[in-house]
């Protein structure tokens, strides 16, 4: 989960590796490092930020046209100077940025331990250098088969990139199991965890694959896997724009995304809805039309925010295809031994595309001979390329690390994925079918009026602020908006929160109620609406502080509610598209006042690519 950006060409290297750090801080901001060739291999480190490296070098030689950078999300070793990356080998001529989790490291620096080698920080990543280093020592193999030969050796997960200060012009990058993109111009050649870095010199771009090594010139690239066979690389073009990755005059990027939604939903409908007609054409899982009519079940495998996207998958999927669904934590379900068949189709949902814990998870599926579909926002990623067929959600790159517009793009992408099964296995009338996807074609203008509700939004948050727990409670699809308001408050402002489905609340939670709990309920007018007036009582009448979003013009919850938020009235499958808004921005408003920095919350990176 750290970042990675490297450069060899004809400009400096400097400026472009420490733009491209600061791009990818999402990733990790726990420490940053750079390494630069300029007449010999000098490494800048720091424990911090990138804009704390930035102060530590000033007045160094910057000079170099190769070079590359880190940031860090620490995994083996505390945020520290010496446990930042780059690390050197024992004789300071290699050096290496990593991100992944080297499993088998602890015998593998045992082993380097007894022949001399000296270790200067906590971290799996030093190892793997040591090892190059020795392998060299031990067979005198030049760099490039000392790296092949190391990288067959280690149990784990890994983008690496490597400088040899007695090969000045070339670097070495490979991936297990992380991401790696690299970037092809006139003459240079960049190399980056995604491409945000890239996307400002050269739209032309390959995707590293699994156990591939790529050996870098000014003028060549060679790509060759594990086992010694050369690769032909693709190159393709980024979708990417520049601008998508600035802020746009907003304070930060979560708040600019959340503002993004009714564009990024729509986009994720483009070419897919077709109200008038009554259909949805999904063209990405069109050959398993068949398959769908067909199948026992389906198994939706996702972590974190995607889980509860899926989560609400599960309710529209039941409710209009008629399929059975289970949903699982993709972290948990590779180490069970599930009940998988070629029966089955599994939904693998993921933002970047490179979840590890997901990405196991379809390993295990496809190995039991499930069908994989994969829902996915970056283009390119691994989980794409896993899957059998997919969907991708066209939301544009999402910078801050609390998932907001992936969220409603994912719940998008799942209710067209409902509506098209049912239309496939004939579960749907066709005027239900122009109803819905009327209304459908209608919620990116819905969003905007939730968003109306910003200024609102924050003076509530001012009365919360101070707040030590949360507790979030829906019914039905309301659950999973519950789940997810949850999630976003605790990500970005340190509060305590839990969220639980409001029947739920009698079998426990409610001990928790007084004067001093804020309870977020979601009380929209659909089917449980009676239900959670009668739980929306029970906190009262223990004089818990009440925040329910409403529907537009309830004035029963209202009366009874101590603030209220209302969001525009649909049909009740598009609950957790309009509800979701006005509690992302009650956690950003509430985040912002405690003195948070929501973009880059503490222990946390946008995506989780190890254990």
């Known amino acids: 989960m750290c970042g990675i950006v490297g450069y060899i060409g004809y400009r400096e290297a400097w400026p472009i590796i420490i733009k ?20 010999h291999l000098s490494i800048y480190k720091k424990a911090g930020k990138v804009s704390d490296l930035k102060q530590s070098v000033e007045g160094e030689n910057l000079s170099g046209t190769l070079g590359m950078g880190h940031t860090r999300w620490a995994t083996h070793g505390e945020p520290s100077d010496r446990n930042s990356h780059p690390h050197s080998s024992g004789d300071g001529r290699l050096a290496i940025i990593h991100n992944g989790i080297i499993e088998n490291y602890s015998s593998l620096k045992e082993a380097l331990l007894s022949r001399g080698h000296i270790f200067k ?20 193999l030049d760099i490039r088969e000392a790296v092949r030969i190391a990288l067959d050796k280690v149990i784990g997960a890994y983008a690496i990139v490597i400088m040899d200060k007695d090969e000045p012009d070339e670097l070495i990058a490979a991936r297990k199991g992380s991401p790696m993109v690299l970037g092809v111009g006139e003459g240079e050649y960049f190399i980056a965890s995604d491409a945000s870095p890239i996307i400002e010199y050269t739209k032309n771009v390959i995707y590293l694959n699994d156990n591939e090594i790529a050996f870098i010139k000014r003028d060549e690239i060679l790509i060759k896997n594990i086992d010694n066979t050369i690769q032909i690389p693709y190159v393709q073009e980024l979708e ?13 990027f979560m708040l600019k995304e959340i503002f993004e939604q009714p564009r990024s939903i729509k986009d994720c409908m483009r070419g897919r809805i077709y109200p008038d007609e009554g259909y949805v054409q999904l063209g990405g899982i069109k050959e398993y039309a068949e398959k769908l009519r067909n199948i026992d079940r389906i198994v939706i495998v996702a972590c974190g925010t995607s889980w509860h996207a899926g989560l609400v998958g599960e309710y529209l999927i039941e409710e209009y295809s008629r399929i059975p669904v289970e949903v699982e934590y993709a972290s948990e379900f590779r180490y069970r031994n599930p009940i998988i068949s070629e029966k089955d189709i599994v939904i693998a949902i993921s933002q970047s595309g490179e979840t590890a814990d997901t990405m196991a998870a379809i390993e295990l599926a496809k190995s039991k001979g499930a069908t994989i579909f994969g829902i996915c926002n970056v283009v390119g990623a691994s989980i794409p390329r896993l899957s059998h067929a997919g969907v991708y959600t066209h939301a544009g790159p999402e910078i801050g690390v609390a998932s907001t517009k992936a969220f409603t793009a994912q719940v998008t992408v799942l209710t067209l994925m409902a509506l098209y099964m049912a239309q496939q296995r004939g579960k749907i009338t066709q005027s239900k079918m122009v109803h819905l996807l009327t209304e459908l074609d209608n919620i990116p203008a819905l969003v905007e009026k939730c968003l109306l509700s910003n200024d609102s939004i924050k003076n509530i948050s001012e009365a919360f602020k101070d707040a030590s727990n949360f507790l979030f409670l829906g019914r039905g699809s309301g659950f999973p908006v519950a789940l997810e308001g949850a999630l976003k408050l605790k990500e970005i402002s340190y509060i305590h929160a839990e969220g639980y489905p409001a029947a739920e609340m009698k079998h426990g939670p409610i001990a928790l109620i007084d004067e001093e709990m804020p309870v977020v309920f979601i009380a929209t007018k659909n089917s449980s609406y009676e239900k959670v007036i ?8 223990r004089k818990g502080r009440v925040i329910a979003i409403v529907t537009e013009g309830d004035t029963v919850v209202k009366n009874m509610a101590d603030f209220t938020i209302e969001i525009p009235d649909a049909d009740e499958i598009f609950l957790p598209l309009l509800a979701t808004i006005p509690l992302q921005l009650l956690s950003y408003h509430i985040a912002v006042l ?8 503490r222990n946390l990176a946008k995506s989780v690519t190890v254990e």
């Open 594 to 601: 405690r003195g948070c920095n929501v973009d880059q919350p």
């Open 20 to 39: 491209g750090l600061q791009r990818l801080e999402y990733r990790g901001y726990d420490s940053a490092g750079v390494a630069l060739m300029n007449g």
């Open 240 to 252: 990417l724009k520049l601008e998508m990755l600035e802020k746009g005059g907003f304070d930060h």
């Open 534 to 541: 009668s739980n929306i009582q029970e906190v009262k009448a």
């Open 121 to 140: 920080s906590d971290t799996d990543t030093e190892v793997l250098i040591h090892l190059i280093e020795d392998i060299q020592l031990q067979t005198g």
